[in-house]
């Protein structure tokens, strides 16, 4: 099954972070020279950014190699407005949507990139399967995630637009509910806050590990014990039980 994908890095918008609407009078202000819109996916954050993270997880996933566009000043929900005004924003999409139907995609994935979350494609994708819908969009507890899975065998006969096609589609669309890790990264705290889950989860994988290397330890030397006494008991022989025991143990290793 071909996959197309198309990745908006997404600009800026009143609400960031929030997904209600919060009156501007009581608008947080975010610090001075805080990065903003498509700055942020940019970032290396854990050793790479959330723009080239994404990429990797569609990668391992199945997908044709996504376009990528920004979205500039503006901002756009992850699937366009059928009224929204043309723009170098929205021709570039248009362009790309074009681009996975000609090309054969089944599915097209539209992704808005900014959030961390360790969202599963694969689950998302049995999901829309097997609700047999046209259009699937992922929310999270707090709203939409900006992911959307595409039935693209519906846009090949499409008159007009596309955004104006997708848009008929979503009063009917499923809902797929992720209940996993989101951060926004839309404020320094959040930055602080990822960093601490990643140190946090770290330590506990140190944990496991270590836990299992000690319980291979001391069955490890209870095998010795056991292979050293009936050697003893049948050969008379400590130097010899003694010396193919480290030859076990090594094995065991």
């Not at 407005?81 to 929205?90: D, E, L």
């Not at 926004?184 to 140190?206: E, G, I, M, N």
């Not at 001391?218 to 008991?233: E, Q, V």
């Amino acid at each position: 099954m071909q996959i197309g994908a198309i990745l908006t890095l997404a600009g800026q918008r009143k609400s960031d972070g929030d997904d209600s609407e919060v009156p501007r009078k009581y608008a947080r202000r975010e610090p001075a020279g805080f990065l903003s819109g498509a700055s942020r996916v940019l970032l290396d954050v854990l050793g790479q950014s959330l723009l080239n993270r994404t990429i990797s997880k569609l990668r391992d996933f199945g997908t044709t190699q996504p376009t990528v566009i920004a979205e500039g000043a503006a901002s756009s929900p992850v699937l366009p407005s059928q009224s929204a005004k043309t723009s170098a924003f929205i021709a570039a999409w248009e362009t790309a949507v074009s681009r996975c139907v000609q090309q054969g995609a089944e599915l097209l994935l539209l992704l808005r990139v900014n959030a961390y979350s360790d969202l599963d494609y694969c689950e998302l994708l049995q999901f829309h399967l097997e609700k047999q819908s046209s259009l699937t969009q992922v929310y999270g507890p707090t709203g939409s995630l900006d992911v959307a899975l595409v039935n693209a065998t519906l846009l090949r006969n499409a008159k007009g637009a596309y955004r104006r096609t997708l848009s008929t589609l979503i009063p009917e669309q499923e809902r797929f509910f992720y209940r996993g890790y989101i951060n926004r990264l839309s404020k320094p705290q959040d930055f602080r806050k990822l960093l601490h889950v990643a140190t946090s989860a770290a330590q506990v994988r140190l944990n496991a590990i270590a836990k299992l290397i000690v319980e291979r330890w001391w069955t490890s030397r209870a095998f010795c014990r056991t292979l050293m006494w009936a050697w003893d008991s049948m050969y008379a022989t400590p130097s010899s039980a003694t010396r193919n025991c480290f030859i076990w143990t090594a094995i065991l290793r």
